[in-house]
C-alpha cells in the first residue's frame, strides 16, 4: 500500500468520524447546558451537571411525571414480547433444524419472506385482526404482534442446524430421552448464545418500535416511551415553538436528555450480554 492510499484511507475514517460522531457528541453535550446557551453558544460546549438535573426535573414534570410511566410501559411491552416471541422462536427453529415433516420447507421459506417484509406493511391487517379480537388500545394489541418475530425463529434455525450434531440426539435416542427431554436438556442448554442472541434484537425491536403502538394505542397513558417522546416533543417548545405549550421548560437540553433516557437501556443490555452476543455470533461463523 502506498503513502498516497494510506493518506486516502485515513483521511476518509476522519472525515466518517467525524460526520458520524458529531451528532453523537452533541447529544451527550446538550443536556449539561441551558437552551439559550445552545443558541447562542459553541455546539459543543460543555455546561453542568446542575443543568441536567435541572432538563430531568422539567422531564418528569410534564403531566406529572408520565414519562416514568412511558419508561414503565416500555419495559413491560419489550419484556413481554421478548419473553413469548422467545417460547415461539427457540421450539420452531428447532423443529426446523432437527425435524422433517410435510410442509417443513415452506415454513422456512415462509419464515424468511415475512422476515424480509417492511414492519408497516403488517401493521394494517395485523390492526384489523386485533380491532376484531377488541384487544385495540390495550396492551396486548403492542405486546402479541411483537412476539410474532420471524428473524429468531432463522436465528434459532441457524444455530440449531449448524451447532447441534444429529449424533447427539441420536444418542439421546439411544438411553429412551423423549422428543421433549432431548429438546429441553439437550438443545436448549447448548443454545443459550443463540437464546440471548435473539432476546437482544428482539429487545431492540421492540423497545423501539414506534409504529404498532402509534397505530393501536389511542390513551397517553399506555404510551411507550417512543412514542410519549414524540407526544411531548410536538406538543412543546422543544422543536416547535408555535405549539400550545410552548410556555413549558421543555427544550432542546430536555428533547437531548430524552433521546439519551430512550437509548439507555438498549446500551446497557448490549454491555450486560456482550459476552453472549460475541459467543453466539461467533459459533455460527466457526461453523460455516
Known sequence: MTAL????????????????????????LAPTRTADDLTTGSPLGFGSLGNVGDAWSHLTSYNDGEITL??????????????????????????????????????????????????????????????????????????LPLSFYPFGVYLAFLHFRANLPDSLLDAGRVDGASELRLFWSVAVPLARPAIALIAFFGFVRCWTDFFLPFVMLSDDRTFTLQLGLMSLLQSTGAVNNSSGFADLDIHQPEAALAGLVAGAPLLIGFVLAQRFLRTGLLAGAEKG
Open 5 to 28: 492510499s494510506r493518506g486516502a484511507r485515513v483521511l476518509f475514517l476522519l472525515g466518517a468520524a467525524v460526520f458520524f460522531g458529531l451528532p453523537l457528541l452533541w447529544l451527550l
Open 70 to 143: 412511558w419508561i414503565g410501559n416500555s419495559i413491560i411491552y419489550a419484556t413481554a414480547s421478548v419473553a413469548l416471541a422467545l417460547l415461539l422462536c427457540v421450539p420452531a427453529g428447532y423443529a426446523l433444524a432437527k425435524h422433517d415433516f410435510a410442509g417443513r420447507r415452506a415454513l422456512l421459506t415462509l419464515s424468511i419472506m415475512t422476515m424480509i417484509l417492511p414492519p408497516a406493511a403488517l401493521v394494517l391487517p395485523l390492526y384489523l385482526e386485533m380491532s376484531a379480537l377488541d384487544l385495540t388500545g390495550t396492551v396486548w394489541s403492542v405486546i
